[in-house]
Structure formats: structure tokens, C-alpha cells
């Protein structure tokens, strides 16, 4: 059974920063594109961030530039999200998605797994 699960969410200060870490288990992420995507109470989901299967290629939404890092560690089977001077506009529930293509995602729909989530607040 395929399993995407998301961590290090929470509670953080406007300027703070957060790790989130997306763990494997039922298939191997080393092919797959993954991306960071967040879903705020009300609005749709949307692209955060997006690397490639071999880590060489990152790609963010301008929100985030500068700011947000994508990385991944594919002999942990993990993809991680550095977010670094947080917003209170960053508060959402943060996913993870696989994408078999291996190119990274920017679209929901570029996405085959899903994991369920892991919440950040950002306080003002």
C-alpha cells in the first residue's frame, strides 16, 4: 500500500520558520517528481514547490521564492520543505504529491499520490 506522510507542521510566529518532511513507504520516490502543494480554509489547492526525480531541477511558486526550499534525500525514501520566514498568509495544510513522470509537478493533476496533510499556523 502506497503511503505519503507529511510532518513537522505547527504553530510559528510570523518570521519563524518550519521543516516539513514527506515520508515514503510502498513505493520507491527515487523516480518520482514530487511537489509541495497547500490548501488554505476556502481556496482551492495550489503549487508550492516542485523538484525533480534526480533533485538537480526545483521550482517554487513566486510566493515562496527566496523563502522555501525543496529538497530531497532519496536514499530516505523522504522529500523535505525548508520554510523560512513564515507569513501568517502561509497558513494552510501542506501536502505532499508523487508524480510518476519524475519531472516535478506544478499541477494538481500532475500528481498520483497524495499524502493527507500536515498543518501550518502561522501567527501574527
Known amino acids: 500500500q502506497v503511503q505519503l506522510v507529511e510532518s513537522g507542521g505547527g504553530l510559528v510566529q510570523a518570521g519563524g520558520s518550519l521543516r516539513l518532511s514527506c515520508a515514503a513507504s510502498g513505493l520507491t520516490l527515487s523516480s518520482f517528481g514530487m511537489g509541495w502543494f497547500r490548501q488554505a480554509p476556502g481556496k482551492e489547492r495550489e503549487f508550492v514547490a516542485g523538484?525533480?526525480?534526480?533533485?538537480?531541477?526545483?521550482y517554487y511558486a513566486d510566493f515562496v521564492k527566496g523563502r522555501f526550499t525543496i529538497s530531497r534525500d532519496n536514499a530516505k525514501n523522504t522529500v523535505y520543505l525548508q520554510m523560512n520566514n513564515l507569513k501568517p498568509e502561509d497558513s494552510a495544510v501542506y501536502y505532499c504529491?508523487?508524480?510518476?513522470?519524475?519531472?516535478?509537478?506544478?499541477?494538481?493533476?500532475?500528481?498520483?499520490?497524495w499524502g493527507k496533510g500536515t498543518l501550518v499556523t502561522v501567527s501574527s
Open positions: 523538484i525533480r526525480w534526480t533533485g538537480i531541477s526545483t
Open positions: 504529491g508523487a508524480s510518476k513522470s519524475g519531472a516535478p509537478p506544478r499541477n494538481y493533476y500532475d500528481i498520483n499520490y
